[in-house]
């Protein structure tokens, strides 16, 4: 019997990158078939009523498996952005500002738009649903963090890829979380 028990390191990284490509291909080509049968809008809506169940989920599976508990602030979200399927396919880069206050994800390119774009289709308007991921995946890894889009298509200066920034809420707004 074969597994992936059989398999030295190298292969099980491509494997990972493998199954990270499978994952995206399933999201996309369910998002496909929601905009051809409802429309442009409707699938953005469905999309991003599932990445507000998934993202959170996801978020803590990467905290449970790093034995991070959440409330571990923007140094557990670095951790948590690591481990996510799309950083196994999308180059990013994470920039720290405002001396550790401020993380900045940046993608450096986005699989979803360089498929898009192959195939003909617009670019996908993402920033809605982005917002909604990466504040459920954000506020499962530290209700105190906060986030703010810096570029995401549709907006003109995105040219295919995203950028977010994190910081954590202060003062009376973090005791609202």
Same mark, same amino acid.
């Given at each position: 019997m074969t597994g992936y028990a059989e398999l030295d390191r190298d292969q099980l990284m491509e494997a990972l990158a493998a199954f990270a490509k499978n994952w995206l291909a399933h999201d996309g080509s369910w998002f496909l078939a929601a905009e051809?049968?409802?429309?442009?809008?409707?699938?953005?809506?469905?999309?991003?009523?599932?990445?507000?169940r998934f993202a959170p989920a996801e978020?803590?599976?990467?905290?449970?498996?790093?034995? #991070?508990?959440?409330? /571990?602030?923007? *140094?557990? %979200?670095?951790? =948590?952005?690591?481990?996510?399927?799309?950083?196994?396919?999308?180059?990013?880069? #994470?920039?720290?500002? /405002?001396?550790? *206050?401020? %993380?900045?994800? =940046?993608?450096?390119?986005?699989?979803?738009?360089?498929?898009?774009?192959?195939?003909?289709?617009?670019?996908?308007?993402?920033?809605?649903v982005g917002e =909604?991921?990466?504040?459920?995946?954000?506020g499962a890894v530290d209700p105190r963090i906060r986030v703010r889009c810096v570029a995401c298509p549709p907006d003109p200066e995105a040219d295919g890829a995203c950028?977010?920034?994190?910081?954590?809420?202060q003062g009376p707004e973090a005791a609202q979380t």
């Amino acid at each position: 019997m074969t597994g992936y028990a059989e398999l030295d390191r190298d292969q099980l990284m491509e494997a990972l990158a493998a199954f990270a490509k499978n994952w995206l291909a399933h999201d996309g080509s369910w998002f496909l078939a929601a905009e051809e049968r409802f429309g442009m809008a409707t699938a953005i809506e469905l999309d991003a009523a599932a990445w507000a169940r998934f993202a959170p989920a996801e978020a803590k599976r990467a905290l449970d498996f790093l034995g #991070i508990p959440p409330g /571990g602030g923007l *140094a557990a %979200l670095e951790k =948590v952005l690591g481990l996510r399927m799309y950083s196994l396919i999308n180059p990013y880069r #994470i920039e720290w500002a /405002g001396d550790g *206050a401020v %993380l900045r994800f =940046v993608t450096q390119a986005c699989r979803v738009q360089q498929t898009r774009r192959r195939k003909g289709l617009p670019d996908f308007p993402c920033k809605s649903v982005g917002e =909604v991921e990466f504040r459920g995946l954000a506020g499962a890894v530290d209700p105190r963090i906060r986030v703010r889009c810096v570029a995401c298509p549709p907006d003109p200066e995105a040219d295919g890829a995203c950028a977010w920034e994190f910081s954590l809420a202060q003062g009376p707004e973090a005791a609202q979380t």
